[in-house]
């Protein structure tokens, strides 16, 4: 893929100053900048690097005037980070575009789909399926009976969506993601062993949910697990059976949720948090990583941390006060001296 | 999937009150039941929906008599939370019922298997495989050389099972699971490089064994890791070389169990909970999630929590002594003064 | 497989006191030895058993003079564990030997082989890619476009690498560890959905890299990813995006690290600990398991532990002050009454 400095600067409406032939083929940091790279400047500690940068192009403010001369050519924009971005886009959007059915992929007879799908080899598609416009299905994914896909959507190789899941429009699935295997219910037996309490529920997942690497959600029990429009889950979370998830809440790599627990709207979850089951969890509520959750917050927008949770300034104190706990002690230890000392005065 | 309320109640040997012609094709919880949908009351507390449900059949107490009328029919059985489950399971086996062998799927030519395989398209066989009757293995599941699975047992999408594993029969395997990757297992040189210890054992699941989505066993290094009848292992679990799990042991989601620890029989393991390698843990014993194991139990029944575990009295005394810490730091300062002011006289 | 005890010794360079042609098929512990089997004795520890094992051969130190007589054949050699791993290593070797092209599998036209290769079924070779001699991709896997893998590399049934990543020689990746998904990256826009920052980058592991099952290396968002050479990655772990961790470097299961952060060569990390993004770790550092990792750390070769980690000898202290932590309240409450008691004088 080779494109001219021009014809970027034409696509993002920017003012070329240099060499306006010059050819890209790549992008990279203005401190790794390549030769045949297009780069941007946008944090002002960067700023000498414009000076060095191997990089062919780079992406500068409109106001921006350099104080010396420069080997790069300049293409300037609005916005030098979101005209990059905009330029990653189109570039992903190129260097990956997928479309057609690969051989051999299994479709079944009653399985519906729109244009512009892309079906990789060894991906399946089960029974009366339903598969809206524009989505790409990549190699070895499987998607069981009856499950709904909506538009746009992305689901790399090796997702599995169990029977009867709704997906919706411009999710991305990452490999490995698990979206409807059973919810660990098991009712206990009087000699000891579990009875398998069915699972017969579904997942649901709204529009612009993004799934990482090897993330699990449990099917409910009954009805749905739910997780809203704009959701962004990390790689390896567990998502447990009937949980609900607001709109636009993000959660990092390896938190777990556990079963019939409600979050909130706009949440953060930092890594390794982990969720009682059956609470709530009020909007825009934070959790710093290794968090454990174990009670409902009812109060929204608030910063937790620790195990179990505290407020975070509280979390902070603590922390502090157990590393200044062997000081307390000696403390403890020296008064005990001086009161003896008193004592047989 | 229609079916009359008379057949459910013919089903269960139960007594309709109402309308025993009612087609049902769903099921719901009695609070959000919907029309075509069967439900079930259980749980008093859940009384006051039954004279609201859209729920087109509800199953209740044989000794329920409604204070008002009824929208709904009834169907009076002995134990409706248990005929419920029963109609749950009939009806998952109905829906989901798979016979026979899709295309193309991947059977090695000494490979053995009893009647009413399903066996999904992408799906492989490898070497000298041997499955029982009735198994179900769905598409792009992946059994190596030498496996054997027992009847029954149903080996979800995407499953790998490595060679010369053993499956007993009875089993569920959910997508993602691993079953048979090396342990980790390296021989430290002295320049600072790991030599690979091979991994030549394997994995045995006895029967009833239940596994997670994404849910990892490793093979011995030499002999096996045992999962025994029973056990009930939730997603995103790493399970590492030479365990041995006890009968009917419940592992909740994200715990990671160290190389040759042997865990005894009934006991429960909340989520994300650490155990130590070469530790042994006593029957029936219980750990609270987040929990970190690093010496041997001895003693059987007692319940655990904390990192590193403590007793549950000792740990929930040191979560509140935690709390109270900054206070404790005030009343030594305190009592500095005072006895300062003291001397000072 | 059959092996005489004598071509065993052959092999080995070693010396046969016994039966020279006893069969053997099969390996063991020595004190769960089996008639057929070969094991060895390292451990003085273990020296009783050598009286009892049910083994056919075992293999023993140069200079091991039995006080007893025996059943088992002896065979000697200079160090008997190494020897046996070396055994171990060829057994694996003729057992698991794979070589070939299943159908049906997927080659895009311009996808490039060396000699050797093995390929199963349902696995997935994307446009470009270039693949070294002597690589074995098991059932299912999946290779993305323009992906680039060294000699003698080991790709289980079901490992998924994005497009555009590289894979060294000698490395094994264990099923379903995904290699080169996105990074967890976006932009929180005014109204708190997030919009995605585009991930172009890719994953780099250098040569002798083992990953194990579920483990995810998220893709950088630009540049690469990078793990060097000999790291050793147990299962389920999370790697972010533009990580580097240095060589052999060990990480146990189910650790987390976030994004941008660079470990150095060396370092130990157990089991379940959180690594923040953003840090520097240097060289030879150790971390217990559940540690949580907020900082860099410049000094080298220290151990650390708890969370938020501190050196080794503090966190022990730290645990046990925690466990004293109600006697140090009555401590503090006795001092107040004696306090009082002395002022009422």
């Given at each position: 893929?080779?494109?001219?400095a021009s014809?970027?600067?034409?696509?993002?409406?920017g003012?070329?100053?240099?060499?306006?032939?010059?050819?890209?083929?790549?992008?990279?940091?203005?401190?790794?900048?390549?030769?045949?790279?297009?780069?941007?400047?946008?944090?002002?500690?960067?700023?000498?690097y414009?000076y060095?940068?191997?990089a062919?192009?780079?992406?500068v403010?409109?106001?921006?005037?350099?104080?010396?001369?420069?080997?790069?050519?300049?293409?300037k924009?609005?916005?030098?980070?979101?005209?990059?971005?905009k330029?990653?886009?189109?570039y992903?959007?190129?260097?990956?575009y997928?479309?057609?059915?690969?051989?051999?992929?299994?479709?079944s007879?009653?399985?519906e789909?729109?244009?512009?799908?892309?079906?990789g080899?060894?991906?399946?598609?089960g029974?009366?399926?339903?598969?809206?416009k524009?989505?790409?299905?990549?190699?070895?994914?499987?998607?069981?009976?009856?499950?709904?896909?909506?538009?746009?959507?992305i689901?790399?190789?090796?997702?599995?969506?169990?029977?009867?899941?709704e997906?919706?429009?411009?999710?991305?699935?990452?490999?490995?993601?698990?979206?409807?295997s059973?919810?660990?219910?098991?009712?206990p037996?009087?000699?000891?062993?579990?009875?398998k309490?069915p699972?017969?529920?579904?997942?649901?997942?709204?529009?612009?949910?993004?799934?990482?690497?090897?993330?699990?959600?449990?099917?409910?029990?009954m009805?749905?697990?739910?997780?809203?429009?704009?959701?962004?889950?990390?790689?390896?979370?567990?998502?447990?059976?009937?949980?609900?998830?607001?709109?636009?809440?993000?959660?990092?790599?390896?938190?777990?949720?556990?079963?019939?627990?409600?979050?909130?709207?706009?949440?953060i979850?930092?890594?390794?948090?982990?969720?009682?089951?059956?609470?709530?969890?009020?909007?825009?509520?934070r959790?710093?990583?290794?968090?454990?959750l174990?009670?409902?917050?009812?109060e929204?927008?608030?910063?937790?941390?620790?195990?179990?949770?505290?407020?975070?300034?509280?979390?902070?104190?603590?922390?502090?006060?157990i590393?200044?706990?062997?000081?307390?002690?000696?403390k403890?230890?020296?008064?005990?001296?001086?009161?003896?000392?008193?004592?047989?005065q």
């Amino acid at each position: 893929m080779q494109i001219k400095a021009s014809d970027i600067a034409a696509l993002l409406g920017g003012e070329i100053v240099g060499n306006q032939d010059v050819e890209l083929n790549s992008v990279s940091k203005i401190e790794k900048g390549v030769p045949g790279s297009l780069s941007f400047l946008a944090n002002p500690k960067y700023l000498h690097y414009i000076y060095e940068t191997e990089a062919s192009a780079v992406l500068v403010a409109k106001d921006f005037i350099p104080e010396r001369s420069l080997k790069t050519t300049l293409i300037k924009v609005d916005d030098p980070y979101r005209a990059f971005t905009k330029i990653l886009e189109q570039y992903i959007s190129i260097i990956d575009y997928k479309e057609g059915i690969e051989e051999p992929s299994f479709i079944s007879n009653d399985a519906e789909y729109g244009e512009k799908l892309y079906l990789g080899a060894f991906a399946y598609l089960g029974k009366k399926v339903k598969i809206g416009k524009n989505v790409k299905i990549y190699p070895g994914a499987y998607v069981g009976d009856r499950c709904v896909i909506g538009d746009n959507t992305i689901i790399y190789s090796g997702v599995k969506v169990y029977r009867d899941c709704e997906i919706g429009a411009n999710c991305i699935l990452h490999s490995g993601a698990v979206i409807g295997s059973d919810g660990f219910g098991f009712a206990p037996q009087e000699d000891g062993s579990f009875a398998k309490i069915p699972q017969t529920g579904n997942v649901i997942l709204e529009d612009f949910v993004e799934v990482g690497a090897n993330t699990a959600i449990d099917r409910a029990t009954m009805g749905s697990t739910i997780i809203k429009k704009g959701v962004k889950l990390d790689n390896l979370i567990q998502i447990a059976h009937n949980v609900e998830i607001g709109d636009n809440t993000a959660i990092a790599a390896q938190t777990g949720v556990s079963g019939s627990t409600k979050i909130g709207k706009n949440c953060i979850f930092g890594g390794q948090v982990g969720v009682a089951g059956h609470i709530t969890i009020a909007d825009r509520s934070r959790f710093g990583a290794q968090s454990g959750l174990n009670k409902t917050i009812t109060e929204s927008g608030k910063d937790w941390n620790g195990s179990p949770v505290t407020d975070l300034k509280s979390s902070f104190r603590t922390i502090i006060s157990i590393k200044n706990l062997p000081e307390l002690e000696k403390k403890v230890i020296e008064l005990e001296k001086k009161l003896e000392a008193i004592n047989k005065q």
